[in-house]
């Protein structure tokens, strides 16, 4: 083995380490936000004050002014400073469904789409996202070094689902034994018996997966799985469960009624999708137990209001979203009632939908939900979610959903107060945008 020589050493050192030296005394960028009314993610008021960014992180909230000599000002114009608001149910790699980028798009075209899809999100204000199911990890991982532009990812990678359940989109035809080519593009993993599914929970946690979603009972607009089906036994689901807190990590669930949700309650899952056919005993359960709840609100109750509108549903499938649409209102009424902790998911993909992610929060208010709690559902709480995520998170260092001391810099300003009236989150009064301390939007 050589050694560099002393004299060269020498040399290198003089060469490199002012440089080294120069570099670490090199202070992160400073912005300093004043003129705006805070709302923080937290306390049901907006304060006056003034908030330091450093690089990436936020290091002064304060009602007096800040001494920052050489930060960059943005003055906020009166609008409202809260934090980037949070999606906790996107599908950002679909565009018109599942079966679409399955069958009709190779993946170069998928993903350069939902990189536009992307971008559009941070135009709206949405700063976080909780992605659950699809061919999202590599974008997620490429979002977090820094090589695209979008919001941060908290991908769960390819739905598991049993055969014949919600992710299975084979033909009438197929034979037992085919190949469903989700696989290969990482869409979804059709899993029988606890063998194949700890192998495809532990595949997605591989290539990156905060954690784990899995299909618990039938859906809406699936071929083969009924709504009142309950999918994956019990012994299944627990081994889905164990392979997340192996990870660190927690397990949610695809289920509607009160069999497959306590099935996933009895496994140890920790944050259920939809629920809108669950009994007020088992809302009880979930508030007593900890466990949270993800809405969909605009899908089961804007949507499904009149589901015969609905051109491509067979008549099965309206009926199916008729009675979606009518428990739906019982069972928020019942988890605002329990003190459930309650996030929002927009579920909202395809060109119809993707560009109105806060209209799933506005929708709160006629639901029984003050602009406060509708609010948290988006930021503090649904950050406090993600959380949960343990070892797997990637944004570890700093919190989220939160305007505070030591929080990521993911800061919106908005026209408006957010919480007399939620129209001030609509695209056109989301005036300022940063994540992560990059502006990516700036109208003020």
Request: proline share 3%; hydrophobic share 40%; net charge negative.
């Amino acid at each position: 083995m050589k050694y560099m020589t002393s004299s060269i050493f020498v040399a290198f050192a003089m060469l490199v380490l002012p440089l080294l030296a120069a570099a670490q005394d090199e202070a992160p960028a400073q912005v300093l936000f004043t003129n705006v009314q805070i709302f923080d993610g937290v306390n049901e008021e907006r304060i006056a004050g003034n908030v330091l960014v450093e690089g990436n992180m936020i290091t002064q909230v304060s009602a007096d002014p800040i001494s920052a000599p050489g930060a960059t000002t943005v003055d906020g114009g009166g609008g409202t400073l809260m934090p980037g608001l949070i999606d906790m149910h996107s599908h950002l790699a679909f565009q018109e469904g599942l079966a679409e980028g399955r069958d009709d798009w190779d993946q170069m075209a998928m993903g350069a789409m939902m990189a536009h899809v992307l971008t559009d999100y941070l135009d709206q204000g949405f700063t976080t996202t909780m992605d659950l199911g699809g061919n999202v990890l590599g974008m997620a991982k490429a979002v977090n070094a820094g090589r695209i532009p979008g919001p941060r990812i908290y991908g769960s990678g390819g739905f598991l689902s049993q055969t014949g359940g919600h992710a299975d989109l084979g033909s009438f035809s197929d034979g037992v034994n085919t190949v469903d080519n989700l696989e290969a593009h990482n869409w979804g993993y059709i899993a029988d018996g606890v063998a194949e599914i700890q192998k495809a929970a532990r595949h997605n946690f591989a290539r990156g997966a905060t954690q784990v979603k899995y299909m618990g009972g039938g859906g809406v607009s699936s071929s083969f799985d009924p709504i009142h089906t309950t999918q994956y036994s019990l012994e299944e689901t627990k081994a889905i469960v164990e392979v997340a807190k192996d990870y660190g990590t927690f397990a949610t669930v695809h289920a509607y009624h009160d069999r497959s949700v306590n099935r996933a309650l009895d496994a140890g899952v920790r944050l259920i999708q939809h629920g809108f056919l669950m009994s007020e005993k088992t809302v009880k359960r979930m508030a007593k137990e900890d466990v949270a709840l993800d809405l969909q609100a605009v899908m089961s109750i804007a949507v499904f209001a009149e589901p015969e509108k609905i051109t491509f549903f067979t008549p099965d499938q309206k009926a199916k979203a008729s009675q979606v649409h009518d428990g739906a209102k019982q069972v928020i009424t019942w988890a605002l009632k329990h003190d459930v902790l309650i996030v929002s998911g927009g579920d909202m993909f395809g060109k119809a939908f993707v560009g109105q992610q806060a209209s799933n929060i506005q929708i709160l208010t006629g639901l029984g939900f003050t602009p406060f709690q509708a609010l948290r559902s988006a930021t503090s709480d649904a950050a406090e979610v993600l959380t949960w995520t343990g070892g797997m998170n990637p944004y570890k260092y700093g919190t989220l959903g939160t305007i505070t001391e030591g929080g990521y810099a993911d800061i919106i300003i908005v026209d408006g107060n957010p919480l007399e009236s939620l129209d001030a989150l609509q695209r056109d009064n989301v005036q300022f945008v940063m994540k992560d301390g990059t502006v990516y939007k700036n109208e003020l």
